[in-house]
């Protein structure tokens, strides 16, 4: 069975996984997610970008979360170091999520990081690590979601 399936309960039908990124989970554990986002900035958005903190409410820390994700996923994500072959592979699952507006399935993100990462495992021995490495995270806030199959 391909393992970024997992059997549907009782159906014996298979059903994929969905990765995303709990963005809220980053502020839970006391953690900035507008520093964490910062440093994925390219060299040239990081140099545009006014340095001042300001300490805020956390509707403008939201709207400077927003501004971060936005620019990454405009310029920075388009840049070909943004996820390299010597990129840790869970770094460039979190980079590639960032990177996306909708959550991705295991699959997607299989191939997407086997073709910018340019990696010696072969995409199975890929999944297989990823999908564990995915949900044991504790740092980046990961979501894995099965997703039923069409006919269920």
Known sequence: MNPAEVAAPGKGE???????????????????LDILLEGRLCESC?????????KGSSAS???RVEELRAQIQSCCSRKDDFIT???????????????????LSLEEMVRELSRR???YFTEE??????????ARDTFYGFRLQSQEPPNA
């Open 46 to 54: 990081r140099s545009r970008r006014s340095r001042p903190r300001r």
């Open 85 to 103: 072959p010597r990129t840790p592979l869970l770094e460039a699952a979190f980079r590639l999520l960032l990177s996306r507006e909708m959550p």
């Open 125 to 134: 021995l890929m999944r297989e690590r990823l999908e564990r490495m995915l």
């Open 117 to 119: 990462r340019r990696s």
């Open 14 to 32: 298979a059903r994929s996984i969905l990765c995303y990124l709990d963005l809220d989970w980053q502020e839970s554990q006391g953690r900035s």
């Open 61 to 63: 820390k939201k709207t």
